[in-house]
């Protein structure tokens, strides 16, 4: 079958291999799409420590379910189900038994332990593939599947903010502001200096205002999250939020965070991070996701084109790529 793989000098390239075979426990998926993500820059850049390699990248999957392997019980032939970063855990320790699966230390993530989904077919854990609620198609719903769960959880740890500032107004910002504003928040959003197209994209997307995050927002805020991946916008978020504001940072890698007042901190503001996913958080989003409906704005390529899906989601553009394999 065709694949992109990242290889051992992190270059990448559309390959042929063997069509995979699910074990005990696993079925094998054909791909329909497979949204790129932040995370698979990270990896293509070095920033995350030992991935697999060779790998095939990709964790916002969307597929059917074709081969079925012993011991499954979840799913059944044809079913259609998202495959997300979390791709399975040891379900034994003290976080998988205590509802925060997110954090086991023998976690195994998509298209960074286990092959994923910028390919034809991926055998992914039964147990760890997400029921995809018809009324959204595959292109529509794979960027719900990092990009989304991410903001869905981050958002959760806001609590009941009512007026929230986003930090970065990429994929996961601007599908986790669909959410905060069906949920009557309102919404924020800062960008890079003089980024004035995002401005823009933010505003037409319903937010109350967006401006640099230099800038103070016209009023302190509940809650920020934080999306890029640049550690200087840690204190400047403490900067906007209120006393017992909270500030969430939502990028499994960030530039560190340079020293700051304790003033920043105090008065009981939260400094906190989100790592992962539940399957809990897949199937409530999924769910939200269509009854919102939500707006994914994809923008397809085909495997041969994976550079310039790569390329694409470097810029930002206010597309989310997502490949497709046929």
């Not at 079925?68 to 040891?90: F, R």
């Not at 999250?225 to 209120?242: H, K, M, S, T, Y």
């Not at 041969?304 to 790529?321: F, L, M, N, Q, S």
Request: charged share 20%; glycine share 10%; proline share 7%.
């Amino acid at each position: 079958m065709r694949a992109v793989r990242i290889h051992g000098d992190l270059s990448l390239r559309v390959v042929e291999i063997d069509d995979p075979k699910p074990g005990p426990g696993e079925v094998l998926v054909r791909i329909h799409a497979a949204g790129v993500c932040g995370t698979d820059l990270h990896i293509l850049d070095g920033e995350l420590s030992d991935p697999k390699l060779p790998l095939v990248p990709g964790h916002q999957v969307v597929g059917t379910v074709i081969e079925i392997g012993d011991a499954v019980e979840e799913l059944e032939m044809g079913d259609v189900v998202g495959v997300p970063w979390l791709g399975g855990t040891c379900g034994a320790c003290s976080y998988c038994t205590t509802g925060r699966e997110n954090l086991c230390e023998r976690a195994r993530f998509t298209g960074f332990h286990l092959d994923g989904g910028f390919a034809e077919r991926m055998v992914a854990d039964a147990r760890f593939c997400l029921p995809m609620p018809g009324v959204i198609d595959a292109v529509h719903a794979a960027p719900l599947l990092c990009a989304g769960l991410i903001g869905y959880r981050a958002l959760r740890f806001t609590a009941d903010a009512r007026r929230i500032g986003l930090f970065g107004f990429g994929n996961a910002a601007r599908l986790v502001a669909q959410v905060a504003l069906h949920q009557g928040r309102e919404v924020v959003a800062f960008t890079r200096p003089g980024d004035q197209r995002t401005q823009t994209l933010a505003l037409e997307r319903g937010c109350a205002w967006a401006g640099d995050s230099t800038q103070a927002p016209p009023e302190p805020l509940d809650a920020a999250i934080v999306f890029a991946a640049v550690g200087e916008l840690v204190p400047r978020a403490l900067e906007a939020v209120a006393p017992g504001g909270s500030v969430v940072c939502a990028e499994i890698h960030m530039s560190d965070i340079p020293s700051f007042p304790y003033e920043l901190l105090w008065r009981e503001r939260v400094l906190r991070s989100v790592a992962n996913l539940t399957r809990a958080d897949g199937v409530e989003l999924l769910e939200l996701a269509a009854a919102i409906p939500m707006r994914t704005d994809p923008i397809e390529f085909p495997l041969e084109r994976i550079d310039e899906a790569v390329a694409a989601a470097r810029a930002g553009a206010g597309h989310t790529p997502v490949v497709v394999p046929a």
